[in-house]
């Protein structure tokens, strides 16, 4: 419990000097946690991103706080080394889930999981039936 509460303390220090990016990739209530410390000017330490997880929007519990400022659960895949925190309790651990992470609202970057641009283009569905398949199907091999 102590190990979660310190690591609670330096993500949201992270968070306060602006030195943490979240990226959250969402479909439906599935998807990834992406965050990136940053090092002053920008300077990327480390980044992080979760596997798929079903149930992402469920684990974020993300409810309104004070003004644009918002509470939300941050979902690590693994804990990065990071200056100033010891990490070796958490080395191996996956998908940790630390509470109560207090963010501006609008600095959660939320993006589609599957951007339109990669989505395959589906046949409209009167190119679906049984019959227009065979026809197509009968062509080809003309």
């Not at 992270?14 to 209530?29: A, I, K, P, T, W």
């Not at 410390?37 to 519990?61: M, S, V, W």
């Amino acid at each position: 419990m102590d190990k979660i509460a310190t690591l609670r303390y330096v993500l949201q220090a992270y968070v306060d000097s602006g030195f943490l990016m979240l990226v959250r990739h969402m479909d439906g209530d599935g998807g990834q946690e992406e965050i990136i410390f940053l090092k002053q000017y920008g300077e990327q330490i480390a980044r992080i991103k979760t596997d798929y997880l079903p149930n992402l929007a469920e684990l974020h519990c993300t409810h309104s706080w004070e003004g644009d400022y918002v509470r939300t659960n941050l979902v690590l895949e693994t804990i990065p080394p990071l200056p100033d925190l010891n990490c070796e309790d958490f080395i191996g651990e996956r998908n940790i889930v630390v509470s109560g992470i207090c963010i501006h609202k609008y600095d959660i970057r939320v993006r589609p999981l599957f951007p339109q641009s990669q989505m395959p283009l589906l046949p409209p569905a009167y190119q679906m039936t049984p019959e227009y398949l065979a026809a197509k199907m009968a062509e080809s091999t003309k």
